[in-house]
């Protein structure tokens, strides 16, 4: 259960990687997230092992 106030995207939502970062390995260009996502230069990995393809965030108000 995340500790932050208010709490960080569940792992399984599409905003996920917008969790708090908990550790970070800048040589070697990952991060993990408060909800168990481990985010790499080239997409995520779920703590189910789920592999989410690389991909650029969304920005409000960006053309569909």
Known sequence: MCPHNPPCP????SDREHARVVGRDYLLGWAL???GTI??????????????????????????
Do not use: M, Y
Not at 10 to 13: C, D, P, R
Not at 44 to 59: T, Y
């Open 10 to 13: 569940a792992v399984h939502e």
């Open 39 to 64: 985010v790499f230069d080239t997409g995520s990995l779920l703590p189910d092992g789920q592999v989410i393809a690389p991909h650029r965030p969304k920005f409000a108000g960006a053309a569909a």
């Open 33 to 35: 997230l408060c909800n």
